[in-house]
Nanobody, 116 residues
Framework: QVQLVESGGGLVQAGGSLRLSCAASASIFMASSMGWYRQAPGKQRDLVARIRTGGTVNYADSVKGRFTISRDNAKNTLYLQMNSLKPEDTAVYFC??????????WGRGTQVTVSS
């Protein structure tokens, strides 16, 4: 069982920046994929950014050029640097880790609110 704990959310004005962190309770070196998803009220949970073993990165079109995902295997931590934030980025952000050997884990989420 892997526990994921997100942090770094908060209230920020449009145009501002936040950095989210996701601390894992176990080694993420063997994770085949780690990513950030977000869910706004009344909407489905959508992929924001994902990084796979080997370094392949995918971003949602809406965040390309503004958000950057990275992982530090030594610290078992996943990051999401969010710049030029917009009100439409407001959501609960969830960390996800998937392992080839099995297991699909989620954190409890961290709230990001962007005011206009």
């Amino acid at each position: 069982q892997v526990q994921l704990v997100e942090s770094g959310g908060g209230l920020v004005q449009a145009g501002g920046s936040l950095r989210l962190s996701c601390a894992a309770s176990a080694s993420i070196f063997m994770a085949s994929s780690m990513g950030w998803y977000r869910q706004a009220p009344g909407k489905q949970r959508d992929l924001v950014a994902r990084i796979r073993t080997g370094g392949t990165v995918n971003y949602a079109d809406s965040v390309k050029g503004r958000f950057t995902i990275s992982r530090d295997n030594a610290k078992n931590t996943l990051y999401l640097q969010m710049n030029s934030l917009k009100p439409e980025d407001t959501a609960v952000y969830f960390c996800n880790a998937q392992f080839t050997a099995g297991g699909n884990y989620w954190g409890r989420g961290t709230q990001v609110t962007v005011s206009s």
